[in-house]
């Protein structure tokens, strides 16, 4: 069954990143399928001209500013003004591969989902330091594979780097609420609504990420503190898998104490496991520059992650000053 789409990307300051994501949706083998929808929210660098650029060379494309107030609501204004029967969601920093519609109509007629979402990779355009902070994202050793390997300790869970759901699933749920992980709690919500989510493993985007790794530990943090909130939101989606980073940090901790005041052989596991992240970024990415700053990519991941989620445990949980937070999340609505 064809679809027609209608692709959301809320934008703020990255006129050059909506160049290259207009572009690569300009090449696609089929365009007769979706229209993009753009959503400026607020900015001071505004992307009107690439999108009035790629409207003339005849990309299906609309375009609306409206005030700053966050990714969750500039994608619920686009919905709103969307005329697709069915809704995709990328970010401003991916790259499209050209065949993506193609292949997405074919997996939809062959397995229709209420709700998909695909993996995230590294275009071989991206910088040694991109690359390997998308290993560090994807890689089995560093997140159990829950972003959409082939391997994972966990259910799949669609997010909007990469993701689509239809118009039936925004008329009962709602949008998204304006939180961090707010495609999570949306993925959860569409879940517990009953309708059919999964994974389409052949339909990557190019993923950017963060260019550095300062920008990245402040990502990663962010995510491990959000974790705690969804928990308090849906106890039943904390896994062990999202422990653990937590029990990374507080490992390494003890071996580096141990170290010190016992024998340095105490660190023999973390040199092993490091090993093994070199050895399995050098096979994955055919790059020993890459291979070597997926360590520290690694490292940040792991620890950016766990040091959020054991910050956010002990003073929303242990503390329990995250149970008004969860009450506010939880009656937004997502209109």
């Known amino acids: ?28 083998t089929r365009r007769d399928c ?25 990309l299906n494309v609309k375009y609306f500013a409206k005030e700053n ?14 005329a697709g029967d069915y809704f995709i969601f990328f970010d401003s920093d991916c790259v499209i591969p050209r065949d993506y519609f193609e292949k997405l109509e074919k997996m939809a007629a ?16 991206f910088t040694t330091t991109q690359k390997a902070i998308n290993h560090a994202m994807t890689s089995f050793l560093t997140t159990g594979g829950i972003r959409g390997g082939k391997l994972s300790m966990e259910k799949f869970t669609p997010r909007t780097f990469n993701m689509g759901y239809s118009r039936r699933v925004y008329e009962r749920v ?6 961090f992980s707010e495609d999570i709690d ?12 999964g994974l389409y493993a052949d339909l990557p985007v190019y993923h950017k990420r963060r260019v550095d790794f300062g920008k990245f530990a402040r990502q990663v943090y962010v995510f491990g ?13 904390l896994k062990p898998v999202h422990c653990l980073p937590a029990a990374f940090v507080i490992g390494c901790l003890a071996m ?6 016992w024998s340095p052989w105490w660190l023999l596991p973390l040199g092993i496991y490091i090993v093994a992240i070199f050895a399995a970024a050098l096979w994955a990415t055919r790059s020993v520059i890459v291979a070597a700053k997926a360590i520290p990519a690694s490292m940040i991941q792991l620890g950016g992650y766990g040091t959020g989620f054991i910050k956010a445990y002990f003073v929303k949980i242990i503390l329990g000053r995250g149970r008004n937070e969860a009450e506010e999340f939880a009656l937004r609505k997502g209109k």
């Open 110 to 125: 062959e397995r229709p989902l209420d709700c998909f979402g695909g993996p995230d990779a590294a275009d071989k355009s």
């Open 186 to 197: 949306m993925s959860t919500r569409i879940r517990h609504a009953g309708f059919t989510i």
């Open 225 to 237: 503190m959000s974790r705690i909130t969804l928990k308090l939101l849906y106890p039943e989606t």
């Open 174 to 179: 709602g949008g998204f609420r304006e939180m």
């Open 256 to 261: 580096l104490v141990l170290a010190v005041v």
């Open 1 to 28: 069954m064809s679809h027609f789409y209608s692709v959301i990307i809320p934008v703020y300051n990255r006129p050059d990143e909506m160049e290259e994501l207009l572009a690569s949706l300009e090449a696609q």
């Open 34 to 58: 979706f229209e993009v929808v753009v959503v400026e929210d607020g900015s001071t660098v505004p992307c009107r001209e690439q999108v009035e650029r790629y409207a003339a060379k005849g």
């Open 69 to 82: 107030e966050g990714r969750s609501i500039a994608r619920n204004y686009g919905i709103e003004r969307a």
